[in-house]
């Protein structure tokens, strides 16, 4: 869920905003009815940023679509005879 919070009330809660932020909130944070910030907590930050990191790698992302059509085609194989390939 995003809010909407002033930078001035934003600076006044800044340190109770921790607890106020659940994994799928943003606080948009506005000057003068602009928005310049957005506040979300880190793990939706770094889960972002992965996600960001994959689409943008040709190759990862090309893999991820592939993994993707297989688990739609129900082409998956079972961990232990994907271990047993290997030949380890």
Partial sequence: MV???SI???RKRI???EDELSYDD???VTNHG????AILRWDTYESIAETLEIISDEE???DFKKGLLQIQNNELIDFDEFVKTLNV
């Fill in 60 to 62: 990862t992302f090309s």
């Fill in 15 to 17: 340190t109770s905003l």
């Fill in 26 to 28: 943003t606080i948009l």
């Fill in 3 to 5: 809010k909407q919070m």
């Fill in 34 to 37: 602009k928005e310049v910030f």
């Fill in 8 to 10: 001035s009330e934003t």
